[in-house]
Each structure stands twice: as structure tokens, then as C-alpha cells.
């Protein structure tokens, strides 16, 4: 039985997915290339620097490190500019409600994101405190669908992997969720997340 839950971020936790998207679609559009929804499913769950590599294999373009590393600190700063505005009206349905009853039965939680922007926007939807650990993009260095965030997060908990259930809404969390040896709950479509465990639309489901 599950004694602790691993939550992904963006797509689970908050909506903050779109403004990913929207801050690559920008880039894509400067580049000269259309980035549409169908290419950001690769995208979602991944790195900020793999998935400028991935953008660019979509467009076809190849460039240096040095302005690779300008190009993702662009995306970063739109992102930012697109969240700073975030409060807890961008929780996802369920989420406090799901997060406080799993506390009531005594399961701890912890959150497992590939973002560097994590504790600014746990800050900003005020729920920081409901976490027993927070595994965020500054801790980790593999990137999603490796299961070093999910493993780390379990550690950090101090269960083991057949005791911990991750809640994901990218194909690369979920796979990165089962590499752990973890249950994997998808958030979203059952089409997309093909090797969940179990798929829900949303954590007001469960
Ligand atoms: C999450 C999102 C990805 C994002 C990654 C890195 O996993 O799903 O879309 O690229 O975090 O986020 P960051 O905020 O560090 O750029
Ligand atoms: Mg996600």
C-alpha cells in the first residue's frame, strides 16, 4: 500500500504547462518554425536545456552551446514573466483536497519536478508547507524519463520505491516513474500516458 506519493509539478499540480508551451512557441516562432501542441507533448516533464535540444531537432537547427545557453535563459525569462502572476486560483481541481486527505491517512508527500522554477511556484500557490520533501531541477541533473528525481524524492522520504506512487502527466515522467520501480498514476489521457499505471483527468478524480 502506498506510504508515499511523488507529485510532478507543472500539468499536475498547477497549470503552469501552457506557459511552458507558449514561452517555446515564441522561441520556435523567432527561429522561423512552427512548435505546435502535438510536438510539446515531447517536451513536457523534460529539462529546460534537453527540451531546447528537442526544439531544435523539430526545427531542424543546430547551434552553439553559447547560444543555446542565451536561448534557454530567453525561454526562462518569458516563463517567468508568463507565472509571476500566479496564485493559488492556478491549483489544479483537487489538489489541496487530495494532498490534505493523503496527510490525514498519514502519507507523506513529496514533490518530484524537473523544474528550477519549483520553490518560487509552491511559494506562490502557498502550499510549500504540504510537502515532506521537495526534489526540484536544481537538485537532480538527469533529466525525466531517467528516474533519478523519483528516486531521490523516495530517499528523501525514507521509503522505498515499492512504497511510493507518482502522480505525472508527461510521457517522459511516467516512463521515468516506472524506471524507478514505482506505481505511476497518469494525469490526463489515457492515449498519450500508454504505460501508467492507472490514468485519471485530474486529481479530483481520486
Ligand atoms: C517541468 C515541465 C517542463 C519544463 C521543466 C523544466 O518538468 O513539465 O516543461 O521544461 O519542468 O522547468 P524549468 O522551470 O526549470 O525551465
Ligand atoms: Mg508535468
Partial sequence: HMKGAIFDLD??????????????????????FVFTEEHNER???????????????IGGMEFSEAEKLAMADKKNRLYVEYISGLNESALLPGVKEYLNSLRARGVAIALGSASKNAAFILDKLNIAGLFDAVVDGNKVTLA??????FQTACKELGLQPGECVVFEDAEAGVAAGKAAGML???????????????????????
Avoid at 11 to 32: C, M, N, P, Q, S
Fill in 11 to 32: 500539468g499536475v499540480i498547477v497549470d503552469t504547462a501552457k506557459y511552458h508551451f507558449l514561452a517555446w512557441r515564441l522561441l520556435a516562432e523567432e527561429l522561423g
Fill in 144 to 149: 525525466k524519463p531517467d528516474p533519478e528525481v
Fill in 184 to 206: 505511476v498514476v497518469g494525469i490526463g489521457k489515457p492515449e498519450v500516458l500508454k504505460e501508467a499505471d492507472l490514468v485519471v483527468a485530474g486529481l479530483h478524480e481520486l
Fill in 43 to 57: 517536451l513536457k516533464g523534460v529539462s529546460r536545456t534537453r527540451s531546447l535540444d528537442i526544439l531544435l531537432e
